[in-house]
């Protein structure tokens, strides 16, 4: 079993950058981030492979927002630049299963393991 707990969100102005931290308990093949803003689908946004180091990038936010992990603190961020009010969102960590067969993707339905979020308010 996998635990996940975000932290790092806040408010923030716009154009400005905000990292955020996800604590991984449990080992896991792959670690996504996500965001949910009210009435809107949740977006995958970025995505790494542990073992491999191997990073994925959404379209709509590469180049402005990097996921980057430090194994030695268990941990996987998610560095935000430019940031504009339409970031404003409930942001999440997420983990797959072993059963998986150590793919991910975009699509929340790819992962089993999820934090509580952390809000995220550009203005």
């Known amino acids: 079993h996998v635990q996940l707990v975000e932290s790092g969100g806040g408010a923030v102005q716009a154009g400005g950058t905000v990292t955020l931290t996800c604590t991984v308990s449990?080992?896991?093949?792959?670690v996504g981030w996500f965001r949910q803003a009210p009435g809107k689908e949740r977006e995958g946004l970025a995505h790494?492979?542990?073992?491999?180091?191997?990073?994925f990038h959404a379209d709509s936010v590469r180049g402005r927002f990097t996921i980057f992990q430090d194994i030695a603190k268990n941990s996987v961020y998610l560095r935000m630049t430019n940031l504009e009010p339409e970031d404003t969102a409930m942001y999440y960590c997420?983990?797959?299963?072993?059963?998986?067969?150590?793919?991910?993707?975009?699509?929340?339905?790819?992962?089993?393991?999820w934090g509580q979020g952390t809000q995220v308010t550009v203005s």
């Open positions: 997420a983990a797959i299963a072993p059963t998986r067969g150590g793919i991910c993707g975009y699509r929340a339905t790819f992962f089993d393991y």
């Open positions: 790494v492979y542990p073992a491999t180091n191997s990073i």
């Open positions: 449990g080992r896991s093949d792959c």
